[in-house]
């Protein structure tokens, strides 16, 4: 049994509100509703960012970082995914759950499906690797198994040291296309969502139109289903210097619940990202 099933202390706005599912995603898509994402890595701020009205919850590898304190993700193991994947488990109240395969996941299919299961039992809904179109066996092999799978496009940050740094992706003709087609053929090979990071809205718009499923997006613009941002971001208690994207929502508002709920707010508006937030 899940905390979903004991939410008499919740708001009624969350009360009454079902549970955020792929399907429910699709609905939103289908609807132009935007879907409102965001990073958590405890029960305490899983159940907040439910209540503020998060629709998705990435237990992402960036807790490497936030929460480790390393300069990279890629310190980050299964044993710690897993661990944080349970905590957000016992603390959401509404939102679909999503974690992060770490760095080493595509060593091979099997080691793959060995920790997506794994991420799967503690908790997760939907599993998010970091690839390209090199990846559709991994997406199918998942698929075959019953796991969703979200792909990651874009800048990718288990191959910062590939790619010198944490730099805008997609920039030249030839790598813009690159990165259509991958979105295209990793939808083709059964991938249920994308999430794009850091390319100019230019290739976001062109994806946009190429694929049918979900896109959330980070530092791609308005145009996506769906943002994200990192939770220690959004409360402004990362360390400078912050990517264009970065927006602290906590500095209108006195608390944390209503910092996420401007975040949600200006999502669902369309006010966050702005132009000036995007990459062109
Ligand atoms: O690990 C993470 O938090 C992520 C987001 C930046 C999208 O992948």
Redesign the pocket.
């Known amino acids: 049994m899940n905390n979903n099933s004991n939410n008499s202390t919740l708001p009624n706005t969350v009360k009454n509100t079902a549970p955020v599912t792929l399907s429910s995603l699709q609905k939103q898509k289908a609807l132009k509703e935007k879907t409102t994402c965001l990073?958590a890595y405890d029960a305490s701020f899983a159940r907040v960012a439910g209540e503020a009205g998060v629709d998705l919850l990435?237990i992402?590898?960036?807790?490497g970082m936030v929460l480790q304190g390393n300069t990279s993700?890629l310190p980050v193991s299964i044993e710690h995914m897993v661990y944080h994947t349970e905590c957000v488990a016992r603390g959401r109240v509404r939102s679909m759950i999503m974690s992060?395969l770490p760095f080493l996941s595509t060593v091979s299919e099997i080691q793959c499906l060995d920790w997506a299961g794994k991420l799967m039992q503690a908790g997760a809904e939907i599993v998010?690797l970091e690839g390209g179109q090199w990846a559709t066996s991994y997406v199918e092999q998942l698929k075959r198994c019953g796991i969703p799978v979200c792909v990651?496009l874009g800048l990718t940050?288990q191959y910062v040291h590939q790619f010198g740094g944490y730099k805008v992706q997609g920039k030249k003709l030839d790598a813009a296309q690159r990165l259509i087609e991958d979105a295209q053929v990793l939808e083709n090979s059964g991938a249920d969502m994308l999430?794009l990071?850091c390319i100019p809205i230019s290739v976001t718009e062109k994806i946009m139109n190429a694929v049918h499923i979900p896109v959330i997006g980070?530092g791609a613009g308005k145009l996506t289903d769906g943002q994200?941002l990192?939770m220690h971001d959004l409360l402004g208690v990362s360390p400078p210097p912050h990517a264009r994207f970065v927006e602290n929502f906590l500095t209108n508002q006195n608390s944390i619940h209503a910092a996420i709920a401007a975040y949600v707010d200006a999502v669902r508006n369309q006010t966050y990202p702005t132009d000036a937030q995007s990459f062109h």
Do not use: A, F, N, W
């Open positions: 990073t990435l992402g590898d960036s807790l993700t992060d998010k990651h940050p999430l990071e980070i994200i990192v």
